[in-house]
C-alpha cells in the first residue's frame, strides 16, 4: 500500500517502522516526471529490497540556470500512480522548504571529479547534486540507492560520495533505458519537438561509433572523439557541447586509450540540452594478436 | 569491557551488536592525549547512553600548520586507560590510511562559518574537521555525540554540518573544564614551558573582562574587544591572534550587542596557540531600567 509523505519526520517514522520488520530498505532519488528508465531503476530496488523509497524533489540548488529549472517537468499525480503500479511503498515528495529549511550554508565540494563534461558547463551543479543526495541519505537512511548509468558523472559522483563520507549506503547503477531509435530516456525530451525528436538520435550514434573505433583499435582519445563528432549533423537546431573521452573513474580525460573509457556527450537539440555516455572498451592486445603484426618468420 | 578497534568493519560490528541489543549509541570525537576535559564529555556520554565509543584520531587534513601536526600530542595506551577507567565501551583508533583508504576527493564546504576567528587564521582547519567528523559520524552512526564548548567555532560548525545534510545524531555541547586558575584544559596546554604556563591565564581574564563589560551594559562589540584586549600584558612571549565578538550561531561579527554574543580569542604563547571563549549576555533593557534615563517628570 502506497504512503505519500512530505515531511522529513513522516518519513523516517514510516522508514523506521519498516526496518524494525526487518526490511532492507532501498531509495530511489528522482526529480519525478518518472518515466521507464526510472521504471527500471525501482522494478531493481523492488525486486532486491524489502522497502522501496521513491524521493521526489526537483532540487534548485543544482540547476545552473533558472530558465531550466523552471521549465523542468511536474507532474506529482501522474508520478504516484506511476510509483503505485510499480508497488512503491513509499514516496517522499518534499518542498523546497522542507529539504532546505535552515538556509543551507554548507555542501559538499566534489573536487575535481567535476572538472570536465557537466561540471565544467553546469558550474555548481554536482555540488548540488551531491549536496541533495548526501541530504537524501542522511534522511532516509536506505541500505542501497539505485542511479541511472545515463547521468554516468552523477553516478560517479555518487559513488565517490558514499566512499569519501563513508555513507553506509551500497550504490548501484541501472543501465541506461534507450527508445527503439537509441534515444536514452530523459524528462527531458518531453521538451523536443518533433522535429527535434528526429534529430536526437545522432548523439547516441556518435558516442557508438567512438565506441566502435576504440573497438577497432584505435587508441588516440582525442581522434576518436573527434571522428565521432562529425556524426552529428551541421543543423542550426543542434550544437555539440562536448564529446570527449574519460576515465570511468575520476572523469579526467583519457589521453592513450589503454583501459575502458567512458564517452560522453552533451547536445543541444533547440533549447534542450540532452546528455549520453557509452563505454568504450579497448580491444585486448593479445600476444598472439601483436605476433600476427610481425613479419612472418620472425623467429623468437 | 573496553574493546579497542582499529578498522572500521570492525568497529561497525561491535557497534552493531551493541544497538541489536537496544543500546543507544553515543560518540565522543578526540584528538586523543585525553585530559579531564574529555573526560567530562564521556562522563557525560556514559551517563546519557548504552554504548560509549570514543574515537581517537589525529586529523591531519584540519591541520594548517605541518609542526603543529607533528608536535601534537599522541599517547594511545595511556589514553586506553582512561576510556577503560571511565567505562567507555568501545575506542576507535584507525590509522590515517584506514581513515582516507582513497585518496580524499570530496570535502564540506563550510561557507561563511569559517569567514572569521580560526576560519580566518587556519585556512582549510574547518573543512577538515567538518569532513572528518561527516566521515566519523558515517562509520560510527551514533544516536548522540558530545563536543566541548571550548571549542566554540569547531561546536558550530558540527552543529550546523549536521542540520545542513540532515544527519540523524544529536550534537551535545559540554561546558569547557578549566584549571584553578581559570586556564581552559587542552591538549597543547602540555607544551607550554612552566614559565608560558604562568602567562596563559590573561586569555580567560581578557574573555571575562568582554563578558563583564556586556553585563554592564556596554554594546559597542569594537570597544568591548578592544577593552578585553588590554588585558594581555605586553611580552615578548604573548602574541594575540584575535579577539572578538560573535554571532553565536553564525559567528560573524558582533557590532551593536543586543543579544548574547561569544568573546571569543586566540593567544600565542610562545609557539604555542591557545583559544577559549566566553558567552556575554547583554543586560536585559527593562521597560523600567529605560524610564530611569528618562528626565524625571517627563509625562508619557
Redesign the interface.
Known amino acids: 500500500m502506497l504512503e505519500v509523505v512530505d515531511t522529513?519526520d513522516a518519513l523516517?517514522e514510516r522508514v523506521g517502522e519498516r526496518r524494525r520488520s526487518g526490511h532492507t530498505v532501498s531509495l530511489v532519488p528522482t526529480m519525478g516526471a518518472l518515466h521507464a528508465g526510472h521504471a527500471s531503476l525501482i522494478e531493481r530496488a523492488r525486486r532486491e529490497s524489502g522497502a522501496v523509497v521513491v524521493s521526489i524533489f526537483v532540487n534548485p540548488f543544482q540547476f545552473d540556470r533558472v530558465e531550466d529549472l523552471e521549465r523542468y517537468p511536474r507532474s506529482l499525480d501522474t508520478d504516484v500512480d506511476v510509483c503505485r503500479g510499480l508497488r512503491v511503498d513509499l514516496v517522499f515528495a518534499p518542498s523546497v522548504s522542507v529539504m532546505y529549511a535552515?538556509p543551507?550554508?554548507?555542501?559538499?565540494?566534489?573536487?575535481?571529479?567535476a572538472d570536465h563534461l557537466c561540471g565544467r558547463y553546469r558550474p555548481g551543479h554536482f555540488?548540488g547534486v551531491?549536496?541533495v543526495v548526501?541530504?537524501?541519505f542522511?534522511?532516509v537512511?536506505p541500505d542501497v540507492a539505485y542511479f541511472g548509468e545515463k547521468d554516468a558523472q552523477q553516478l560517479a559522483v555518487v559513488r565517490?560520495?558514499v566512499?569519501?563520507?563513508?555513507?553506509?549506503v551500497r550504490i548501484v547503477g541501472v543501465p541506461t533505458v534507450r527508445e527503439p531509435d537509441g534515444v536514452a530516456l530523459s524528462s527531458r525530451n518531453l521538451r523536443l519537438s518533433a522535429a527535434e525528436r528526429q534529430l536526437a538520435p545522432c548523439l547516441y550514434s556518435a558516442l557508438r561509433h567512438a565506441a566502435a573505433s576504440v573497438d577497432a583499435g584505435a587508441t588516440n582519445a582525442a581522434e576518436v572523439a573527434r571522428d565521432a563528432a562529425t556524426l552529428i549533423p551541421a543543423d542550426d537546431r543542434l550544437r555539440l557541447e562536448y564529446l570527449e573521452l574519460v576515465d570511468p573513474d575520476?572523469f579526467q580525460p583519457a589521453t592513450i586509450i589503454a583501459a575502458p573509457v567512458i564517452a560522453a556527450g552533451a547536445l543541444w537539440v533547440g533549447t534542450t540540452r540532452l546528455i549520453d555516455n557509452v563505454r568504450c572498451i579497448p580491444r585486448i592486445r593479445s600476444r598472439e594478436a601483436s605476433m600476427i603484426d610481425e613479419p612472418t618468420g620472425a623467429a623468437r
Open positions: 522529513i523516517r535552515a543551507q550554508m554548507m555542501s559538499v565540494d566534489v573536487g575535481r571529479l555540488q551531491a549536496t548526501l541530504k537524501l542522511g534522511i537512511q565517490r560520495l566512499t569519501d563520507f563513508n555513507v553506509p575520476d
